[in-house]
């Protein structure tokens, strides 16, 4: 995604201050601070859409048939794939998905629901029993047997501790995380009087149930991390490292933690992910995306 406007003008200076390759390092990190900026500005236009509950509708079975276009146009095409459920980040809301839905529904995810959970939450593992619920839910008014999860930053965490930590890789067929502390981050030292960041620390109690063995889990894991994520202290620890888990981790170049559930080599990754047979069926082989 090329960002102009502004950058441009301190291309110059950069050159001057940092040769070579350092130079194209902060000209990266100056693209990737203005497009953070915009994202942000844009997000809390479109937040207070975003804080009433998606209205459910009837749920569209599995291998159902496309609805005839609009004046004979030629309809989206339908995919079999489970249902896909999009959780938020901290302090967010179902309205930073807007995006990566349309992208999903172009290629033809018809089955996608955002799901909110308040803003006052405190706890991860309450989170994830109502996630579970939520998912339930979802399975029994679409006749599914399992579903796929997108997950940003804390909403990640929140998914990965309903699957290995209450039996929801039973239902969650591949978890897609993004941007999402797995192993803790060191970020904001200052928040910590929020319980919720407390538990999304390096050590905590969260963290070490997170770390501990999981044999038998039958969720396959993608973790989508960027390289210049400024809120992942350190940055590797949105890498999903677990002996037991089945695991790939898809490095994001260039862009910043907010970008991740909106831009579009992002969300082509995400849709090549859930359109793979499951691992049981075949491997998938690395991805990067620059």
Not at 147 to 169: F, N
Request: proline share 8%; glycine share 10%; net charge positive.
């Amino acid at each position: 995604m090329k960002v102009s406007g502004i950058v441009p003008l301190f291309l110059p200076i950069c050159r001057r201050l940092w040769p070579g390759r350092l130079a194209g390092l902060s000209v990266t990190l100056l693209k990737a601070t203005a497009l953070e900026a915009a994202i942000l500005a844009g997000h809390l236009l479109l937040y207070p859409t975003g804080l009433t509950p998606e209205r459910r509708a009837a749920g569209l079975p599995a291998g159902a048939a496309p609805a005839t276009g609009v004046g004979g146009a030629v309809p989206l095409p339908v995919r079999t794939g489970p249902p896909v459920v999009l959780l938020h980040g901290f302090i967010d809301n179902r309205s930073v998905f807007v995006l990566l839905r349309r992208s999903l529904a172009q290629h033809g995810r018809q089955r996608v629901e955002s799901l909110n959970y308040s803003p006052l939450t405190c706890d991860i593992r309450a989170a994830a029993e109502l996630l579970g619920r939520h998912v339930e839910e979802i399975c029994e008014r679409t006749d599914s047997a399992r579903v796929d999860i997108v997950g940003h930053s804390l909403g990640g965490l929140i998914a990965r501790y309903y699957v290995q930590c209450l039996g929801g890789d039973l239902r969650v067929r591949t978890l897609v995380t993004l941007g999402t502390p797995h192993s803790g981050t060191r970020v904001a030292p200052l928040a910590d009087a929020h319980p919720i960041v407390r538990q999304m620390r390096p050590g905590s109690e969260v963290i070490e149930e997170l770390s501990r063995p999981a044999p038998g889990c039958r969720t396959r894991f993608v973790s989508f991390w960027s390289d210049l994520d400024s809120l992942m202290v350190p940055l590797e620890t949105a890498c999903l490292e677990h002996p037991d888990l089945d695991a790939e981790n898809v490095r994001v170049s260039g862009i910043g933690h907010l970008a991740l559930p909106l831009h579009p080599a992002v969300a082509a990754g995400i849709r090549e992910v859930l359109d793979a047979p499951h691992p049981g069926e075949r491997r998938a082989g690395g991805l990067t995306v620059a």
